[in-house]
């Protein structure tokens, strides 16, 4: 050896006799490479034991590695989290079938009660409990009881339909929810209804509004299939199985690619938790359903005679989500007055999962509007809005309800009877 030699010791947590242990790494002074002394034997077993952190020998420099814990996005015994807490689950006849029904906390009082229904490919826990489980919405959860809806034959363990059972059309699936209403004694309800369900909730604000005091409608698409949609859902039949099909409703191509994550996680959901013959019959009635035939009321001409949704809205999609061009078509047939169009950035087709704190800041928000929790909190969604917002009240009944009306930053402001004139429905960015 020359006289120039360097000695590099390993790091270790334990004493200085461990080190002497783990040995010597030596290096020449003209060789940029490094090497073992020979001096140094020891397993990888034991280094391991030696210390939590490694010192990573690489050709030209020294790297400390710190081994850290690696934790699923949702964990649960099959991998995901979609676990009930404090709740009642109820089997209840309907005019056209038995629907599953899950009741978390008490009604209260008179206070509307939350009823959730879930999309095509999911049930109530892979759908909502994502978002019902954040942290944020326990102070919600304090003031109102939530009722979670399956659709039939899509609930967890659910057993296949006998054979040539004939499932319920999507009008039939929103007239079985009355009888949920009255059998569990709720007064009224806020509806929040993702993809198929927000179609079914629409459907009963339309055929009993007096039930549904307010509604939050994620991908809604408030259309029937065309001849166009009819004919590539049946080539994509013939060339994908069902849950490349029911992935695709849920997530874009760009999404399907990127969050790889959550991908599989659903994946493996819709594939192994979803009973797949029941989720066929689920996915033909949502393709085979009418049109809502909504209509945008014009103010002081057709308020009271047209058809549309006479309570508040609150459309949300991801800004990536395969639905947003449905939201902004059934966005243009509400009333500007009482609705909200929520475009949610850094999320794609599954809000309510992806970003649960700004869904519930918004919802917050939303029964604020309605007269509801004056007192709550609102930290992440006003730090987060990206629109200035001027407040428009109308009264419904003996509460107040408020809705906003915005425009984007810098852009110039009307004259106030424009502004009267031309109501314009709330959109904001977050």
């Known amino acids: 050896r020359t006289s120039r030699h360097y000695r590099y010791r390993w790091l270790c947590s334990s004493a200085s006799s461990h080190r002497e242990r783990a040995g010597l790494v030596s290096r020449r002074a003209e060789a940029p490479s490094l090497r073992l002394d020979t001096r140094c034997s020891f397993s990888a077993r034991s280094l391991l034991l030696l210390s939590p952190t490694l010192l990573v020998v690489r050709m030209d420099e020294l790297q400390d590695v710190q081994l850290t814990e690696i934790k699923p996005l949702l964990t649960d015994k099959n991998g995901r989290n979609f676990q009930d807490f404090d709740c009642q689950e109820h089997d209840i006849e309907t005019p056209h079938g038995v629907l599953h029904v899950t009741l978390r906390g008490t009604p209260k009082g008179n206070r509307p009660v939350i009823l959730t229904y879930h999309d ?28 979670h809806v399956d659709a039939p034959g899509q609930q967890e363990n659910a057993p296949p339909f006998p054979s040539g059972y004939q499932y319920p059309t999507m009008d039939e699936l929103a007239e079985m929810l009355p009888s949920v209403i009255t059998q569990l004694k709720i007064n009224s309800v806020i509806g929040i209804g993702v ?60 999404e399907l690619g990127e969050n790889q994550e959550i991908i599989q996680t659903y994946r493996l959901h819709i594939a192994q938790d979803i009973n797949q013959d029941n989720l066929a019959l689920f996915w033909n009635s949502y393709n085979s359903r009418q049109d809502l035939e909504i209509e945008r009321p014009i103010p002081g001409i057709n308020e009271d005679t047209v058809n549309t949704l006479k309570c508040p809205v609150l459309l949300i999609v991801g800004d990536t989500s395969p639905a947003v061009e449905a939201v902004v078509e059934c966005n243009s047939r509400l009333n500007p007055t009482k609705t909200t169009l929520l475009k949610m950035a850094d999320c794609g087709g599954l809000p309510q999962v992806v970003q649960p704190g700004k869904l519930a800041e918004a919802f917050k928000y939303f029964v604020q509007g309605m007269g509801y929790m004056p007192t709550a909190s609102m930290t992440r969604l006003a730090r987060s809005r990206t629109h200035s917002a001027s407040s428009i009240s109308s009264v419904d009944g003996v509460r107040s309800r408020t809705h906003t009306s915005s425009q984007p930053e810098g852009a110039a402001a009307g004259p106030g009877h424009d502004n009267q004139a031309r109501p314009q429905t709330m959109e904001v960015s977050c």
């Open 120 to 147: 095509i490919g999911l049930n109530h826990k892979s759908c909502f409990n994502t978002l019902f489980n954040f942290e944020d919405m326990q102070e919600i959860t304090q003031h109102f009881a939530v009722v």
């Open 195 to 254: 993809g198929a369900g927000a179609y079914i909730l629409s459907r009963l604000a339309l055929n009993q509004p007096d039930l549904v005091e307010g509604l939050v409608l994620i991908n809604v698409d408030p259309c029937a299939k065309g001849w166009m949609d009819w004919a590539a859902s049946k080539l994509s039949g013939w060339t994908s199985n069902l849950v490349d099909i029911v992935m695709g409703h849920h997530f874009s191509t760009d």
